[in-house]
């Protein structure tokens, strides 16, 4: 079955504890993306890949890390969390060919950081 | 900044009737724009996808127009049903490699 797929789906955490939030997608798309949504604020993009080894800012990249050196995997890693970062986060992937720019979302990860 | 707008924030209607559910774009030089539906507790799926040289999708129940040069697409859906509950958000892309979302709205059809 196509998807993308997130671990943990739920995770509690402490501020300034390392932790790292995995994407993998089995669609072969170039496209990856990190997104968070918040109440009143709706999805904002963290980071987004085009392919191996390229990554890209989004609108609200501080406090986030990324890394592309699989094509299936896009992890999303918080060196030292914060409170500010409780979220909803959602990863993505896309095709990227021509007309072909569907989306295709992950189930979510929510994050509560005390 | 891109800003993407959807209004209402939540509309409630009686099962059947026709509804119509607003985006409003900042920017009118956008390369395509998205429409997704999200449930409670679960990831978005894809609805309809129009490019920026198209006026309108369509896709069952659900038909998407797109003028850019008001900054506005619609989301049509015909004879609502329950299972139509959701939240539904526009994403809309420019010629770069970012999207931007609406807020969403909340939408819920009484049986």
């Known amino acids: 079955e196509a998807q993308v797929t997130q671990n943990p789906r739920y995770l509690i955490t402490v501020t300034g504890k390392k932790l790292t939030v995995t994407c993998s997608q089995n669609?072969?798309?170039?496209?990856m993306s990190w997104y968070r949504q918040d109440p009143g604020l709706g999805l904002r993009q963290i980071y987004y890949?085009?392919?191996?080894?390229?990554?890209d800012k989004g609108d609200v990249p501080e406090g986030y890390k990324v890394s592309r050196k699989e094509k299936r995997n896009f992890p999303l890693i918080l060196e030292s969390p914060s409170p500010n970062q409780t979220s909803l986060y959602f990863c993505?992937?896309?095709?990227?060919?021509?007309?072909?720019?569907?989306?295709?979302f992950g189930p979510g990860t929510r994050l509560l950081v005390l | 900044k891109q800003e993407v707008t959807q209004i209402p924030a939540a509309l409630s209607v009686p099962e059947g009737e026709n509804l119509v559910l607003n985006c409003s774009f900042t920017?009118?030089?956008?390369?395509?724009l998205q429409w997704f539906r999200q449930d409670p507790g679960k990831g978005l799926t894809s609805l309809l996808l129009?490019?920026?040289?198209?006026r309108e999708q369509t896709s069952g129940r659900l038909n998407a127009s797109l003028d850019k040069s008001s900054g506005r697409s619609t989301l049509y859906i015909a004879a609502s049903q329950p299972g139509d509950s959701a939240t539904y958000l526009c994403?809309?892309?420019?010629?770069?490699?970012?999207?931007?979302f609406g807020t969403g709205t909340s939408l819920t059809v009484i049986p």
């Open positions: 669609m072969n798309h170039e496209y």
């Open positions: 129009i490019q920026s040289s198209q």
């Open positions: 890949s085009m392919n191996v080894e390229v990554t």
């Open positions: 993505a992937s896309s095709p990227w060919t021509g007309h072909q720019e569907t989306q295709y």
């Open positions: 920017d009118s030089a956008i390369y395509n």
């Open positions: 994403a809309v892309k420019y010629t770069g490699n970012q999207f931007y």
